[in-house]
């Protein structure tokens, strides 16, 4: 391991040697606190009956058949045919069926709904509740800004620039919107940058904490991209009840599972500077 990147890689798994195997073996996607958008090992999707038949019914249509053709992306979706649309369909089209295209059309319907239906005040008289049940306007729209990002980076035909600036919208509306600080730092990843990759985890990890789903997925997702903690040497063993694929060499980690993960990362960012 490159001197630069073992310490990175100590800090890793410093944090990584306390978390369930599941947590450490996550996939693509960064979670998040239960306020933000969020894609959990095992999600849920709590949606009444009605609302789960109409989401069942959108998600069995091509998307041509619940958009109206040559109609912008941001009011395409046939709500009058099909009704308004869901947060937690939301999630379930992105995270379950990945069906990004006709999320993204998808996504704005529900968009609408966080001033109508969010805040002190709301506007519709439908009663229906605040789409991410957070009752916080800027909260709703930076969840469902931080799933157009996610849709346009996972898409057939990915459109990263569009992904950044709906991460980054997504982030001014609520800075610690965990799912999104995690999402931008895949990105980045995506994007083979590093550098940035690492400053926007060091971002999260201070912001969410160690033990925050976006913070170790992302951090899961960041070592499976640039360095694996199970070859890192000269370090103690890990403890015996931390499961290990026996066909590769035995892990090692840093045997301090309570630290906190941003105070593990500074620590390597100054031990990089004392080198240079």
């Known amino acids: ?7 990175f890689a100590v800090a890793v798994v410093a944090l990584l040697s306390h978390l ?17 958008a969020s894609s959990m090992a095992s999600p849920a999707y709590t949606m009444d009956a009605a609302a789960n038949t109409k989401c069942s019914e959108v998600m069995s249509k091509t998307y041509a058949q619940v958009t109206v053709s040559g ?27 990945k069906q990004y295209e006709m999320a ?15 805040g002190a005040n709301p506007s519709d008289a439908s009663g229906e509740p605040c789409p991410v049940g957070s009752d916080d306007v800027q909260k709703c729209q930076s969840s469902v800004k931080n799933y157009l990002g996610f849709a346009y980076r996972k898409k057939p035909t990915p459109d990263l620039v569009k ?21 931008k730092a895949e990105l980045e990843m995506q994007e083979s940058k590093q550098e940035a990759a690492k400053t926007q985890l060091l971002s999260l990890c201070k912001t969410c904490g160690g033990d925050d789903q976006a913070t170790k997925t992302t951090l899961a997702a960041y070592t499976a991209a640039y360095e694996d903690p ?3 040497t000269g370090l103690p063993t890990l403890p015996a009840d ?16 309570s630290l906190n993960c941003a105070l593990e990362l500074e620590l390597e960012l100054e031990l990089e500077l004392e080198l240079e």
């Open 163 to 183: 992904a950044r600036e709906y991460y980054d919208q997504a982030l001014e509306k609520w800075p610690e919107n965990c799912g999104a600080m995690g999402y």
């Open 1 to 7: 391991v490159p001197v630069t990147m073992g310490f």
């Open 242 to 257: 931390i499961t290990h694929d026996n066909t590769r060499p035995p892990s090692t980690a840093l045997d301090h599972p």
């Open 71 to 97: 109609a912008p992306v941001e009011s395409n979706f046939k709500n009058d045919q099909f009704g308004h649309a869901n947060y937690q369909c939301l999630r379930k089209m992105i995270e379950k069926n």
């Open 104 to 118: 993204i059309s998808y996504a704005w319907c529900v968009y609408t709904h966080c001033e109508t239906r969010c």
């Open 230 to 232: 199970m070859y890192v």
């Open 20 to 36: 369930p195997a599941a947590a450490a073996a996550a996939g693509g996607s960064s979670s998040s606190s239960s306020s933000s």
